[in-house]
């Protein structure tokens, strides 16, 4: 007896685009409220030429950073020699990540030491008032590598289809309850919460489906 089509399991292709909708909801909220801030606050909005570029920025680091993904898949013939090798099925994964992300650090590195020069800010970093924030940098950055160890570990049981977009949808819902947490949406009104809680459960809901759809 054929199955209903209701009742067929998901497919693995339908959950990224309600995941980029979700998406796209919740990026509307942070701009409802960026502009209600704004305007509470009296601040002029960002000119044409600037937002043109940030725009542009944004796209290209969107673009870009799914590169990773594609690094860790095409060299899963890597990770599976250094597991054979004895590499820990958690830590195999660093002979991509190792290389990798060695290129995005000494960008951010040449940056950061540009500006922290142009600004004359190096010495900001070395005040005591100054250490909360690098205990809050290392937090970030142990949560950053270990979110990726654990990515390459479950990219390897289901893939990178699957696995890249449920690692962003939990990058985003994290964030925006931290962002909750910390009392980042505090102010604003409470139309942009309305539509960050509607991107967030469409986000999930997508995650859940993906799963659902591997499972099957």
Partial sequence: MPIPAFMAPPSAKSPPCVMLVGIAVVSVAGSMRERAERKESGVGGTGGKRFAAGLLVAIAAGVLSSLLSDAIAFSSHVVDAARQLGASPVWASNVVLAPTTTGGSLANLVYCGYMMRRNRSAELFWQPS??????????????????LAIYGLGEQRIGSVEGWPLFIGAMILSSSAAGFLTGEWSSGGRRPKLYLCAGSLMIFLALIVVGMAHRS
């Fill in 130 to 147: 100054a250490i909360s924030h690098w205990m809050y940098g290392i937090a970030m950055g142990t949560f950053w590598y270990g979110g």
